[in-house]
């Protein structure tokens, strides 16, 4: 038999289905039916991190109900944990970020040939759970809710699904709730304009905002500058009038009389 090894980390503890025990229960099992290289199905492609599957078979294998595994794997979806593929004969689950999860080959050969007396160190080691989706012990989607102060809709839950839950997403989510803007097409654009922009950690965010803001403000201070006539700022000086321009004004004044 072959022998398959994921990495959990304490962190898990934290995780927001953990004593949610059907879904916790569903996704440690996909994770370990999930397999560690890319193969095929009846032609189709079944890619590593990835397994064939249907809720009859998950009714069997963990002793659920058809609709605890139905709810379950909804909460995964929602939380960006899984995605599923479902074709008319069966299921193709797909755990994200499936690499977090696995063991690197020859750091797992060197640890089992160490002859030190350290296996408990070595499967805890291995026994690693990298959940970078855990920031303040709560999620993107309550994140989200928390910063805009209401619920968050269904169909809301789907265009954020997408989304990576890093520290670069929740900077583009409190810029926008700074900028009162509480709109997901907003981040989202942000998100993508940063991307486009290769932008991919807080400092070379925070630099490019600093140079918009200068280059803002020299703009602002040229057009000024531009838009003030010359003789605006020259000293109007009065000049004296003739006697011969004294003598028509003094005509023209006793005309108007």
């Known amino acids: 038999m072959n022998e398959k090894w994921i990495k959990i980390h304490n962190k898990f503890l934290n995780w927001e289905w953990y004593t949610d025990v059907n879904t916790k229960a569903v996704f440690i099992h996909c994770i ?3 397999n560690w290289k890319d193969c095929s199905y009846q032609g189709i492609v079944v890619p590593r991190g990835s397994f064939v599957t249907g809720r009859k078979k998950l009714v069997k294998e963990l002793g659920l109900s058809e609709q605890e595994i139905r709810t379950a794997i909804k909460h995964l979806i929602s939380t960006n944990e899984i995605t599923t593929k479902s074709t008319n004969k069966f299921t193709i689950i797909s755990v994200n970020n499936y690499d977090m999860y696995q063991q690197n080959n020859q750091e797992l050969n060197q640890q ?5 007396p ?3 160190q070595q499967l805890t080691t291995i026994v690693e759970y990298k959940n970078n989706r855990i920031i303040d012990n709560i999620n ?23 989304w990576e839950d890093n520290e670069i997403t929740r900077y583009a989510i409190k810029n926008a709730v700074l ?5 997901l097409k907003y981040i989202n654009n942000t998100l993508e304009n940063w991307k486009k922009k290769n ?18 403000q020299s703009k602002e201070i040229v057009k000024k500058e531009v838009s ?3 003789w605006f700022n020259k000293e109007i000086k009065k000049e004296e009038l003739t006697d011969e321009q ?8 006793r005309g108007n009389n």
């Open 32 to 34: 370990l039916k999930a």
């Open 179 to 183: 900028n009162g803007a509480y709109n």
């Open 246 to 253: 004294r003598e028509l004004a003094e005509r023209l004044r």
């Open 199 to 216: 932008l991919d950690t807080i400092q070379k965010i925070q630099k490019d905002e600093e140079d918009f803001k200068n280059k803002k």
């Open 140 to 162: 993107i989607y309550s994140y989200i809710e928390q910063e805009f102060g209401r619920t968050l809709s269904p169909t809301e839950y789907e265009y954020i699904s997408h």
């Open 112 to 116: 089992l040939t160490n002859n030190q």
């Open 228 to 230: 003030t006539p010359e």
């Open 118 to 120: 350290t296996t408990n």
